[in-house]
């Protein structure tokens, strides 16, 4: 089954650091761009992405404090997130998206996949 399973949510004060983690299952291959996105409210925004060739950009707000970085050999993508303020509190999901490539007798075509999401709360 095809699938993204994240890791590492939690409750933590403002100025802490977490760790999020997220394996795409084996059945998801060609894999192109991994990223993190979160949701306060209604809109959701993007946090930080890396290239398949290891190139990030990140939002504005979270720049010299989070960082992104991934393992090809484990399908993994990581968020490291230190100095945490309380506006950081979201639901934090992962992103992966998959160039067409030929797979199984068959071209498959580009695919977004997304994690279930989980929490992290900043408390001050």
């Known amino acids: 089954q095809e699938q993204l399973v994240e890791s590492g949510g939690g409750l933590v004060l403002a100025g802490g650091s977490l760790r999020l983690s997220c394996v795409a299952s084996?059945?998801?291959?060609?894999?192109?761009?991994m990223a993190w996105y979160r949701q306060a409210q209604q809109q959701r925004e993007l946090v930080a992405r890396i290239?398949?060739?290891?190139?990030?950009n990140y939002a504005d707000s979270v720049k010299g404090r989070f960082t992104i970085s991934r393992d090809n050999a484990k399908n993994t993508v990581y968020l490291e997130m230190n100095s945490l303020k309380v506006e950081d509190t979201a639901v934090y999901y992962c992103?992966?998206?998959?160039?067409?490539?030929?797979?199984?007798?068959?071209?498959?075509?580009?695919?977004?996949?997304w994690g279930q999401g989980t929490q992290v709360t900043v408390s001050s």
């Open positions: 084996g059945s998801i291959f060609a894999i192109n761009n």
């Open positions: 290239t398949s060739g290891g190139s990030t």
């Open positions: 992103n992966v998206d998959t160039l067409r490539a030929y797979y199984n007798g068959s071209w498959q075509p580009p695919y977004d996949y």
